[in-house]
């Protein structure tokens, strides 16, 4: 089944503009200004849609607006309304399991501590794609870890970010055109997906 929704999770507000949470909407955001996209607000669904066009397909990408543990609220409703299965999604987020901006597609496996995919698996179900953004892990591990997620990125975290994200764009493409299993042998084993402090 080919994507044809890409929902990027975060939550909404100006307070988490910025934070490494909301890496999602970041990257759904650079998507939609690289396709001429524009966001519009869907009620129904709680959440910001454009309508876009990659490698030939329509593909509509989503900002929950539920917050991040409510996320797969607003994916499961959209699901029932198309009528379409979880398949037919691919979900950006952060994962502090990755080295800052590795990206890494996968299918299967659970939520991993992480609070909207819990929900998303819990709403929508298992089968959709998760493109997966690393943030790295705590700087200390006495850290609490929703100050961590919560926390903006450092200016040297955004500095090694910034040259990312058109990479990342280009991967949701890639994905699109040639589907989760194509897309991962693609780039999950590029050597480029990693960055370090010192990069």
Do not use: C
Request: hydrophobic share 40%.
């Amino acid at each position: 089944m080919p994507i044809s929704f890409i929902a990027g999770l975060g939550n909404p507000g100006s307070s988490y503009r910025g934070s490494r949470h909301n890496i999602g909407f970041v990257v759904l955001d650079a998507l939609a200004e690289a396709l001429g996209g524009t966001w519009k607000e869907e009620r129904q669904f709680k959440a910001l849609v454009s309508k876009v066009t990659m490698a030939g397909h329509s593909v509509w990408l989503i900002k929950p607006q539920t917050f991040m543990n409510q996320s797969g609220k607003t994916l499961a409703a959209l699901a029932r309304f198309y009528k379409v299965l979880p398949e037919a999604f691919a979900v950006v987020y952060d994962d502090i399991n990755l080295a800052l901006g590795r990206l890494k597609l996968t299918v299967q496996g659970g939520a991993g501590g992480h609070n909207g995919v819990a929900s998303v698996l819990q709403d929508l179900g298992v089968g959709f794609t998760r493109f997966r953004i690393g943030i790295g892990d705590k700087s200390h591990p006495d850290m609490d870890l929703a100050d961590y997620v919560l926390g903006h990125f450092t200016s040297d975290e955004q500095a090694a970010l910034a040259p990312r994200i058109p990479e990342f764009v280009h991967g949701l493409t890639l994905l699109v055109d040639k589907g989760a299993e194509d897309a991962m042998n693609l780039l999950n084993t590029k050597e480029t997906t990693t960055i370090t402090e010192d990069s």
